[in-house]
């Protein structure tokens, strides 16, 4: 496969399209990503190129990056590399609530938006943390105040641990097969040391997916749990965290699907001092 690339891109012509359709296991992607590496490199190819994918878990832009970066050449990466998101989960979960009321209630009812998803309404995520309290014998419960106050995706629930009292730390999910774990870290926020007392991590652990869907479409019919990343999403931007440490928060900077035109470090320190903004909600603890 990399001798086609090279061919295609050396031998027969200075610029073109390039489709590969071939099945899943061919070693498309780490083909592409060998040439990559190399070209970009090469002082004399002053061409530029695209890498076009319609799945976002078939962008690698982490691996890419560590490759760079294990050759020592990470500057490199920082200078030629630029990233563009055509996910509609960023999009969906950057609405402001005058997007959301101005769309229309005819699209609204349709399975295709519903799919989507909103955030919940402050009195909707006051309506849940109640019910959460009120059950916490449920380990439903638990997942679900981990999974709005984190962002987590619910398939990452199992390798949650609190990192010295202040990270929540999980393992980004990766929907490939055989790729490294890559772990990342979530600040706990104020909103979510209202109810850090009452949570039980182990019990969230080990909640099973399929019963925390359906207690979920119990208690609110028009959401689905995943709506709850969408929330802790939206609550972040909304109370003026750097749209960028939200990607990272989110996992969106690890799993390919970061908007910025590169990969920035921000320090735990200034995280830590984003995190301290999102604090939009006075818990009352009404427990229906």
Same mark, same amino acid.
Request: proline share 0%.
């Given at each position: 496969m990399y001798k086609v690339i090279q061919r295609f891109c050396n031998d027969e012509y200075d610029n073109g399209l390039l489709l590969l359709d071939m099945p899943t296991g061919s070693g498309k992607t780490y083909s592409v990503l060998n040439y990559i590496f190399d070209a970009v490199q090469n002082s004399d190819d002053k061409r530029r190129y695209f890498f076009i994918t319609t799945l976002k878990k078939n962008l690698p832009i982490e691996d890419l990056r560590k490759r760079f970066e294990t050759a020592g050449k990470l500057d490199i990466y920082k200078e030629k590399f630029l990233f563009v998101d055509s996910n509609s989960e960023s999009v969906i979960s950057g609405? !402001? /609530?005058d997007v959301i009321a101005a769309i229309p209630y005819e699209i609204k009812k349709t399975n295709e938006y519903k799919k989507v998803g909103t955030a919940f309404t402050y009195e909707e995520e006051k309506k849940l943390v109640n019910h959460c309290l009120a059950h916490l014998n449920r380990d439903t419960?638990?997942?679900f105040l981990?999974? #709005?106050y984190a962002g987590l995706r619910r398939s990452e629930l199992a390798s949650i641990n609190v990192i010295d009292g202040v990270w929540l730390e999980c393992e980004t999910? /990766?929907?490939?097969?055989g790729k490294? @774990?890559?772990k990342r870290k979530i600040p706990i926020t104020p909103m979510m040391k209202q109810v850090l007392p009452y949570i039980d991590f182990? /019990?969230?652990k080990? @909640?099973? #997916?399929? !019963? #925390?869907q359906t207690t979920m479409k119990r208690l609110f019919p028009n959401h689905h749990s995943h709506e709850l990343r969408h929330t802790f999403i939206s609550r972040s931007k909304e109370s003026g965290v750097l749209s960028e440490v939200v990607s990272i928060w989110a996992g969106h900077s690890l799993s390919g699907t970061? &908007? &910025? &035109?590169?990969?920035t470090h921000y320090s735990e320190e200034f995280q830590l001092r984003e995190a301290e903004k999102v604090d939009y909600l006075k818990l009352d603890f009404g427990v229906n």
């Open positions: 609405f !402001t /609530k419960a638990h997942a981990v999974l #709005l999910s /990766k929907e490939r097969m490294n @774990v890559v182990e /019990k969230a080990r @909640v099973n #997916l399929s !019963t #925390l970061i &908007t &910025t &035109t590169v990969y």
